[in-house]
């Protein structure tokens, strides 16, 4: 039977046509396993963030004396006059002291000096003053329907500090580094404005006075110490906190770095004046660069009886 030179063109064509068919299908059951396999591992490794971040908050409230002495302003005496009179204003006496504060935050960071994208988060912080630890938990939005989670822990003199897509994959991470550790100490201290007990007179905290607005706190925990300048307002209030050298992540080390603090807003929580603003930043080049800004959108104090 002859063939037509049409019928020669189109024949080729249903094979072809059935080979496309099947690579379509190959790859559509591939995609539907990615599919179901990221339905799967996504919850399960998000469950495990949460998890762990539950943990590490138990672990730290445990770690909290059970038994506390009431605020006593008469312990003051021979501190430093701007932190006296801050802790006046901040404390009253007799009042228990703070256990744990829960810190509800809202605001926008971004990662580092070297970038100009901010982004907004959403983070839950767990203090334990008396414990010297904290636990910070937040939520970066990176795009709609895409986060990152965002978790600094110090607890026990150890630092964990970790960022996952989606709060289940991963991106970076760093456990007990001596770098780390010490970064998250100098946090703690800064933060004691949220949490002011922090600043009563204990073994391990010593004052250094510098002038009538500023002084000089150096706490000790772990093996570890570090160092922040605490300045005043008029009013009392801590308004500045700075560092001359907190380690600084750049790149795959950490860098020595001049650090800041700035707290407004103060208001009153459970009888203490706290501030509800802040943002912190690197001085870099000989200028001040924010990286974070947030808002406490509500303080949990639990005092110890």
């Not at 396993?33 to 919850?43: K, N, S």
């Not at 970038?115 to 939005?141: C, H, K, N, Y």
């Not at 607005?213 to 005043?232: C, N, Y």
Request: no cysteine.
């Amino acid at each position: 039977m002859a063939i037509s030179a049409t019928e020669q063109i189109a024949a080729p064509a249903a094979p072809s046509r059935l080979l496309i068919g099947r690579k379509v299908r190959a790859l559509l059951i591939v995609l539907a396993i990615v599919v179901v396999a990221a339905a799967i591992f996504l919850p399960v490794q998000a469950r495990r963030w949460a998890g762990e971040t539950g943990a590490a908050t138990a672990a730290l409230t445990a770690a909290v004396p059970g038994s506390l002495p009431a605020v006593s302003l008469d312990a003051l005496t021979g501190l430093p006059a701007p932190v006296q009179r801050y802790l006046r204003l901040a404390l009253h006496d007799g009042q228990p002291r703070v256990t744990t504060v829960r810190l509800e935050q809202s605001g926008r960071l971004r990662t580092g000096v070297e970038s100009d994208q901010w982004m907004p988060f959403t983070a839950v912080e767990t203090i334990a003053p008396e414990a010297r630890g904290f636990v910070w938990d937040a939520r970066l939005r990176l795009a709609p329907l895409l986060h990152a989670g965002i978790r600094d822990i110090y607890v026990d003199g150890v630092g964990d500090g970790r960022i996952a897509l989606l709060s289940a994959i991963t991106m970076s991470a760093d456990r007990g580094s001596r770098d780390l550790n010490s970064g998250e100490l100098y946090r703690l201290l800064a933060e004691a404005p949220w949490n002011p007990t922090l600043l009563l007179p204990s073994a391990d905290i010593t004052w250094k006075a510098i002038d009538d607005r500023r002084a000089a706190a150096t706490l000790t925990h772990e093996g570890e110490t570090v160092t922040i300048e605490f300045r005043f307002n008029d009013a009392g209030e801590v308004t500045t906190v700075y560092a001359a050298e907190r380690p600084r992540s750049y790149s795959t080390t950490y860098v020595a770095t001049p650090w800041e603090g700035r707290f407004t807003r103060y208001v009153t929580v459970d009888g203490m004046r706290v501030p509800s603003s802040g943002e912190v930043g690197w001085w870099v080049e000989g200028r001040w660069q924010p990286v974070w800004q947030g808002t406490v959108e509500r303080f949990v104090f639990e005092h110890g009886r």
